[in-house]
């Protein structure tokens, strides 16, 4: 399978725990996206990369997340003390291109829920 | 403002109707833009890509309109498995480069 791959696929943990999701996008995709979505909305942007370049984070995005891509191919983002609203599921989308990026292609998805 | 605002939704149609998404955005230099669907507890996927012409597959058409920062999606003879989640995505130019951000989403319940 080539396409976008994410784990866990699923994730429950403790409040206050720390967790930490893994992203694989398609191979030859130099662009790198983490959304959150919550039941009825539309994927909410976190991050995104170029390569190992995160170039944008969001505001939404507090202190406790952190995303990294150290060799410009794999991601990770971790969520320290994680919190009750944290619950929702995090997607990771590749996309090709800098000037132009073409169309994202999404993983599957880590469903988080913090209890 | 949000950056991609979409139709709130949900619509409800009989099989065979034609309904249509409306879609704005608000960073004047975004460049492109497509259509998503999303059902549930699935992750999007693209539909269409929308050009400034215009664009059509099968029963889908996309329109652009760049003056107005205004995208459309018409599906016409609607079908059953057309109830899904329709996503407006935009390419925004940002400081950091281009960013792919969504709408919030307009759900379709086609009804037989």
């Known amino acids: 399978d080539t396409g976008v791959s994410q784990n866990p696929r699923h994730k429950i943990t403790k409040r206050g725990q720390n967790v930490t999701f893994r992203c694989d996008p398609i191979s030859e995709h130099n662009r790198l996206y983490w959304y959150r979505q919550t039941l009825g909305q539309g994927p909410e942007f976190l991050t995104y990369f170029q390569n190992e370049a995160q170039l944008e984070k969001s505001r939404l995005l507090s202190d406790r997340f952190s995303a990294e891509r150290p060799k410009g191919s794999f991601s990770t983002l971790e969520i320290q003390r994680t919190e009750q609203g944290d619950s929702a599921m995090y997607l990771c989308?590749?996309?090709?291109?800098?000037?132009?990026?073409?169309?994202?292609?999404f993983g599957q998805g880590t469903r988080l829920t913090v209890v | 403002r949000k950056e991609v605002e979409q139709d709130p939704g949900p619509f409800n149609v009989p099989e065979g109707a034609t309904v249509a998404f409306n879609c704005t955005y608000s960073n004047s230099a975004s460049q492109s833009f497509f259509w998503y669907r999303q059902d549930c507890r699935k992750e999007p996927k693209l539909l269409m890509s929308?050009?400034?012409s215009g664009n059509e597959d099968g029963r889908f058409t996309a329109q652009l309109n760049r003056a107005s920062q205004y995208i459309s999606l018409l599906i016409r003879d609607s079908k059953l498995s057309d109830s899904a989640t329709y996503l407006c995505?935009?390419?925004?130019?940002?400081?950091?480069?281009?960013?792919?951000?969504f709408g919030a989403g307009t759900r379709l319940f086609v009804k037989a």
């Open positions: 989308a590749s996309s090709l291109g800098a000037a132009s990026p073409t169309e994202a292609f």
């Open positions: 995505v935009v390419n925004a130019l940002t400081t950091g480069g281009f960013k792919t951000i």
């Open positions: 929308v050009y400034s």
